[in-house]
């Protein structure tokens, strides 16, 4: 979450901070020492901490859980408020929930009336691709209902479910990949030009922009590019066949 500006005067002690957001006061106090959080503001020898300190507090949790180190937290968003800011609102563009399907509830019998018998093997197998989450009591998540689908697409052709399941696995290794390859293009163009510059400040606005149309940019190259090579391969396979069936009815 970005820290929040507020009007209104800071009324938490340490103790209720703490409390407030599930952080012991040592870890407080370490944060505050290595520049991560702003002062308090001091009335009567006493620390009163208001809304910016529990937004930023919260910021530097999800990025801990996110594997990020202290030290790479501290060079990213430092004590500077508007640098926190803009960082935070920088990393709600890259986790927009918007930007992918809402999830589809599904319980056991619902999945077994689609897909077949899902026994130990295959559910483990869709669980690790990522297909499906286990919610526990008999219901699943799918995260991308719409690769169930294609799941779903592939069996009513007469493919079967383990053998959709290894498509699926193939297709996600090599989406990792090219997302990589968009990831690391903006990394190395974009944000690393930018921290050389020292971030100016009125370059966010155009940093913003780059990080919110990468995605649909790099999603139209990514289609535009398959069907081309679909296109091709499937001219390729069956044009191969064609004159391999042909050579046989010759021969006969």
Same mark, same amino acid.
């Given at each position: 979450?970005?820290?929040?500006?507020?009007?209104?005067?800071?009324?938490?002690?340490?103790?209720?901070?703490?409390?407030?957001?599930?952080?012991?006061?040592?870890?407080?106090?370490?944060?505050?020492?290595?520049?991560?959080?702003?002062?308090?503001?001091?009335?009567?020898?006493?620390?009163?901490?208001?809304?910016?300190?529990?937004?930023?507090?919260?910021?530097?949790?999800?990025?801990?859980?996110?594997?990020?180190? !202290? &030290?790479?937290?501290?060079? +990213?968003?430092?004590?500077?408020?508007? $640098?926190?800011? /803009? #960082?935070? =609102?920088?990393?709600?563009?890259?986790?927009?929930?918007?930007?992918?399907?809402?999830?589809?509830?599904?319980?056991?019998?619902?999945?077994?009336?689609?897909?077949?018998?899902?026994?130990?093997?295959? !559910? &483990?197998?869709?669980?690790? +691709?990522?297909?499906?989450?286990?919610? $526990?009591?008999? /219901? #699943?998540? =799918?995260?991308?209902?719409?690769?169930?689908?294609?799941?779903?697409?592939?069996?009513?052709?007469?493919?079967?479910?383990?053998?959709?399941?290894?498509?699926?696995?193939?297709?996600?290794?090599?989406?990792?990949?090219?997302?990589?390859?968009?990831?690391?293009?903006?990394?190395?163009?974009?944000?690393?030009?930018?921290?050389?510059?020292?971030?100016?400040?009125?370059?966010?606005?155009?940093?913003?922009?780059?990080?919110?149309?990468?995605?649909?940019?790099?999603?139209?190259?990514?289609?535009?590019?398959?069907?081309?090579?679909?296109?091709?391969?499937?001219?390729?396979?069956?044009?191969?066949?064609?004159?391999?069936?042909?050579?046989?009815?010759?021969?006969?």
């Amino acid at each position: 979450m970005p820290t929040v500006a507020s009007d209104t005067q800071p009324e938490m002690t340490v103790e209720q901070l703490a409390h407030e957001t599930g952080m012991s006061v040592r870890n407080i106090r370490n944060h505050q020492s290595r520049g991560l959080l702003p002062p308090p503001e001091v009335r009567a020898r006493t620390g009163y901490y208001g809304p910016e300190h529990v937004s930023r507090l919260r910021l530097i949790q999800q990025m801990q859980a996110e594997g990020f180190k !202290l &030290s790479a937290i501290q060079r +990213l968003i430092g004590e500077d408020g508007p $640098g926190a800011d /803009r #960082f935070a =609102a920088i990393r709600e563009l890259i986790t927009d929930p918007d930007a992918v399907e809402p999830p589809e509830i599904l319980g056991a019998d619902e999945l077994v009336e689609r897909f077949g018998p899902l026994d130990r093997k295959r !559910l &483990s197998r869709a669980l690790k +691709l990522g297909v499906l989450v286990d919610l $526990g009591d008999g /219901r #699943f998540e =799918a995260p991308s209902p719409g690769l169930l689908h294609a799941a779903d697409e592939l069996i009513a052709r007469g493919v079967t479910l383990d053998t959709a399941l290894a498509v699926l696995e193939k297709v996600r290794r090599n989406s990792q990949n090219i997302a990589r390859v968009f990831v690391d293009l903006f990394l190395e163009e974009v944000w690393k030009p930018f921290e050389r510059e020292g971030r100016p400040d009125e370059r966010w606005g155009e940093i913003s922009e780059s990080i919110e149309g990468l995605r649909p940019l790099a999603s139209d190259a990514v289609v535009a590019i398959f069907r081309q090579v679909m296109a091709e391969q499937m001219e390729d396979a069956f044009g191969k066949l064609l004159r391999s069936q042909g050579r046989g009815k010759g021969k006969g």
